[in-house]
């Protein structure tokens, strides 16, 4: 089992940890309902350097990057970052994958229990193309402070103006005084906030210098256990729940990330033809009328008994007291207002399709 440069500081802080992707992380402090609450409200620090890192550089980098990925990496111009999908020819997604676009490579973030399948896959594709690739995951901490305080609490130990960061920008910058580090205005919990990049010899210093500076506006070290709810209630996939290998895009309503007239890349023609037949399923919202929460697996069925898909993430929804899922059901019973019933524990429990997002975020732009 792996573990990240901050472990040490996770279990000198109480943290519980479990087992997450290969790694031993912190599931959660002091609380999940109190860290989610914390990140929605004034601010959260996520250590997620178990996510992988990688960079790909020299003259073809983008000719690669637009043969691997769906969306369209040129219009990723230097100075920003955005959200991709590399699929298999069969339109299975491999994973689900941010491109940091800065001046001298791309930095590819991946999810940790995919990086070396990830990175497999990249050099597998890599050959005609004149790139290099390089993993950096093992040396690279990875930060997340999320929240409505994160840009006052960041601005304060940083050289640049995090202020006129735009939404998905990155630049390369210096935090308490002296430590180099990528800064970029992204995060997966549908809050402002940013992600920061840097050496693991400075690991402990950031993290421990960022609560003590973000103490005073309320930031919290966030578990595991708050990233998934912060995540659910605005509806951002999760590899393994909402898109796998045996999920499509447009199941997944990824189908924005898909750039079909860009040009050719892995999986154009066969997620061109889903699209000109409509997926067969869909990912909808539930929330529950009846007593009981809806967990990933759970089976969905139709009031009359048949089956139509299962949960692929649900839970009492901290910020609307609700409990809800997220659902990849047969496409003519995703329509809002649907009722349908969640089968737990042997007995369905009846629940509503409804509008998705649950939570609205709340991205400086």
């Known amino acids: 089992m792996k573990r990240t440069p901050l472990y040490d500081r996770h279990v000198e802080m109480g943290a519980k940890t479990v087992p997450f992707g290969g790694w031993e992380m912190p599931v959660q402090y002091t609380g999940i309902i109190e860290e989610h609450h914390a990140t929605r409200s004034a601010a959260g620090l996520f250590d997620i350097s178990h996510m992988g890192q990688i960079n790909v550089r020299g003259p073809d ?10 969306q369209d990496v040129e219009s990723i111009a230097e100075g920003l ?15 689900d994958i941010f491109i940091y676009h800065l001046p001298d490579r791309y930095l590819v973030v991946v999810n940790a229990s995919n990086a ?6 990249m050099q597998q594709h890599s050959q005609g193309f004149n790139v290099q690739l390089e993993n950096i995951s093992d040396q690279t901490t990875m930060l997340a402070l999320q929240g409505p305080r994160a840009e006052a609490i960041l601005d304060r130990i940083t050289d640049i103006d995090v202020t006129a960061l ?6 390369e910058g210096v935090l308490l005084g002296d430590v180099p580090a990528i800064i970029a205005r992204t995060g997966y919990t549908g809050e402002d906030g940013f992600e920061l990049f840097f050496d693991n010899m400075y690991a402990a210093r950031i993290w421990d210098g960022l609560l003590e500076e973000g103490q005073a506006d309320g930031l919290k070290p966030i578990g595991l256990g708050a990233r998934d709810s912060l995540r659910f209630e ?13 999920i499509n895009p447009y199941e997944a ?11 050719d890349f892995i999986g154009r023609e066969t997620l061109q033809r889903i699209k000109a037949e409509g997926p067969r399923r869909k990912l909808v919202g539930l929330r529950m009328v009846g007593r009981g929460i809806a967990r990933q697996g759970y089976p969905v069925q139709a009031v009359e008994g048949d089956a139509v898909g299962e949960v692929t993430s649900g839970m009492p929804s901290p910020t609307l007291g609700e409990n809800l899922a997220l659902a990849l059901v047969r496409a003519d019973v995703a329509k809002i207002g649907t009722e349908l019933d969640v089968v737990i524990r ?8 409804v509008k998705t997002p649950f939570y609205q975020t709340r991205y400086k732009k």
């Open 61 to 70: 980098a983008l000719a690669f990057l637009q043969h691997l990925c769906t």
């Open 81 to 95: 970052a955005n959200y991709s999908l590399m699929c298999y020819p069969d339109g299975g997604i491999v994973d």
């Open 116 to 121: 070396d399948k990830d990175f497999d896959w």
């Open 166 to 171: 735009w939404f998905h920008g990155v630049v």
């Open 234 to 246: 605005p509806k951002l996939a999760l590899y393994g729940h909402e898109i796998s290998e045996t």
């Open 253 to 263: 309503a990824l189908g924005w990330v898909v750039k079909l007239d860009k040009g």
């Open 346 to 353: 042997g007995k369905p429990v009846r629940a509503q399709v």
